[in-house]
């Protein structure tokens, strides 16, 4: 592949060097049950125009076809042991709802935005347009969170950093718990942490957030927490 002519891989605003896409999908398959045949989410933050997004799909159905899941219940989702050795891309998705989509429904606890600025940055080059081939690839739908009050559906996914979760869990954790019984919630560190340091994970599983992103770049304390809760797996 050539630069310009395939979609590639890269960390915005920072020292990350780029690499395709379908090598870094290709290395996903080769490697991605090595150790464990649970499912493994694609968290893709999309920043490519359409013509990219279809080549983007071509090359997931392509590459990893058949093991990637495609649609999820929405009221109930599987177990990750009903999902062993799959993959689920995690991204913006076509809202087969568009009043809902645009509703901007909130309660109290929607008002902070708690971004730092790296993260507002990167968030300019979201595409305003999602492609059809690549939005049907999408098992797990990024939704924005509107409060407590106001949790998605069981198949979608709001993401929190680190300070936010904290903040949360000081206002209300009760409700913070009941809200994850409902819906999926993604927790990732600070876009400040250019170190590649980790927060405590310990906070987001009490709080009942499924998806818990670490920087595996640093052997941090935060690390080795997480490595120690799911050494079983």
Same mark, same amino acid.
């Given at each position: 592949?050539?630069?310009? +002519?395939?979609? /590639? !891989?890269? $960390?915005? $605003?920072?020292?990350?060097?780029?690499?395709?896409?379908?090598?870094?999908?290709?290395?996903?398959?080769? $490697?991605?049950?090595?150790?464990?045949?649970?499912? +493994?989410?694609?968290? !893709?933050?999309?920043?490519?125009? /359409?013509?990219?997004?279809?080549?983007?799909?071509?090359?997931?159905?392509?590459?990893?076809?058949?093991?990637?899941?495609?649609?999820?219940?929405?009221?109930?989702?599987?177990?990750?042991?009903?999902?062993? =050795?799959?993959?689920?891309?995690?991204?913006?998705?076509?809202?087969?709802?568009?009043?809902?989509?645009?509703?901007?429904?909130?309660?109290?606890?929607?008002?902070?935005?708690d971004k730092d600025d790296a993260e507002k940055e990167q968030e300019k080059d979201v595409p305003s347009t999602i492609d059809q081939d690549w939005s049907n690839l999408v098992?797990?739908?990024?939704?924005?969170? =509107?409060?407590?009050?106001?949790?998605?559906?069981?198949?979608?996914?709001?993401?929190?950093?680190?300070?936010? !979760?904290?903040t949360l869990a000081k206002k209300d954790l009760l409700a913070f718990v009941n809200y994850n019984k409902k819906q999926l919630s993604r927790v990732y560190p600070s876009g400040?942490?250019?170190?590649?340091?980790?927060?405590?994970?310990?906070?987001?599983?009490?709080?009942?957030?499924? /998806? +818990?992103?670490?920087?595996?770049?640093?052997?941090?304390?935060?690390?080795? !927490?997480?490595?120690?809760?799911?050494?079983?797996?």
């Open positions: 592949g050539k630069w310009g +002519v395939e979609p /590639v !891989i890269t $960390h915005g $605003h920072t020292l990350c060097s780029k690499l395709l896409l379908s090598q870094v999908v290709s290395t996903i398959k080769e $490697h991605a049950f090595t150790t464990s045949d649970y499912p +493994v989410i694609l968290s !893709i933050e999309m920043h490519c125009s /359409v013509p990219f997004q279809i080549k983007m799909a071509k090359i997931f159905q392509e590459i990893l076809g058949p093991d990637i899941v495609t649609c999820l219940d929405e009221n109930t989702l599987p177990t990750p042991a009903d999902l062993k =050795r799959k993959f689920i891309i995690k991204g913006n998705k076509l809202s087969e709802s568009p009043a809902e989509e645009d509703s901007e429904a909130k309660d109290k606890y929607a008002d902070q935005d098992a797990l739908p990024t939704l924005k969170f =509107r409060g407590f009050s106001l949790p998605g559906k069981a198949d979608q996914i709001s993401s929190f950093s680190e300070s936010k !979760i904290d400040t942490r250019v170190d590649s340091s980790n927060y405590d994970p310990s906070l987001a599983w009490a709080t009942g957030c499924q /998806v +818990v992103a670490l920087n595996f770049q640093t052997c941090s304390d935060g690390l080795q !927490i997480n490595r120690g809760r799911f050494l079983e797996n």
